[in-house]
């Protein structure tokens, strides 16, 4: 589906340059009879670990006891995914952390692995988030890296910039999250 049908759809388009939308009158009308509104959520992925948010361990099948963790890596709310940071480097997969570069390639085809995994693609992808380590120095190398992982129109996009001694891990320059749509 395309991103802006999908947008319009979730009654997330701006228009005119308005930040949000206002609900109807009958909207909140029905909100009041039927309650408040709690979203529905499907963990699609757990961390593996506490502190740990490598999205690459997928939850056991078969009834198994799912791995201990204070966050989720992936969870489909609705018609909505919301992925948890993916870090750029994981020395379980890759000896070395790497360049920037490396790192977002790594983490954004970690993120389309999980995207695909849940039923969802990069084209779907709504909104991407990333903390990226001394952005001044990495920004420039990182958007050439980033550069074709995404259809157009693109989703939004932000980011976050910090000393790489914030980043948790030693070696680890960019952590990536998104929301994306899901039929």
């Avoid at 948010?53 to 006891?65: D, E, F, I």
Wanted: charged fraction near 20%; glycine fraction near 12%; hydrophobic fraction near 35%.
């Amino acid at each position: 589906m395309d991103r802006r049908k999908v947008l319009k759809s979730l009654s997330l388009l701006p228009l005119a340059g308005a930040a949000a939308v206002i609900p109807s009158e009958a909207n909140a009308q029905n909100k009041k009879q039927k309650g408040q509104w709690t979203p529905k959520k499907e963990v699609i992925r757990r961390s593996n670990s506490g502190g740990n948010t490598n999205p690459t361990v997928a939850a056991p099948a078969g009834g198994a006891p799912r791995p201990g963790g204070v966050l989720s890596g992936c969870i489909r709310s609705g018609h909505l995914l919301f992925l948890s940071g993916i870090g750029g480097w994981y020395a379980e997969r890759r000896k070395e952390p790497g360049d920037i570069q490396v790192q977002i390639r790594s983490a954004l085809d970690t993120m389309k692995e999980v995207l695909e995994g849940a039923g969802s693609s990069m084209a779907n992808v709504l909104k991407v988030h990333m903390t990226v380590a001394e952005p001044n120095k990495n920004i420039a190398a990182l958007n050439e890296a980033y550069r074709g992982y995404f259809p157009d129109p693109a989703p939004v996009r932000s980011y976050t910039g910090c000393g790489t001694d914030l980043m948790g891990r030693d070696g680890i320059l960019v952590q990536i999250d998104c929301i994306a749509y899901v039929d």
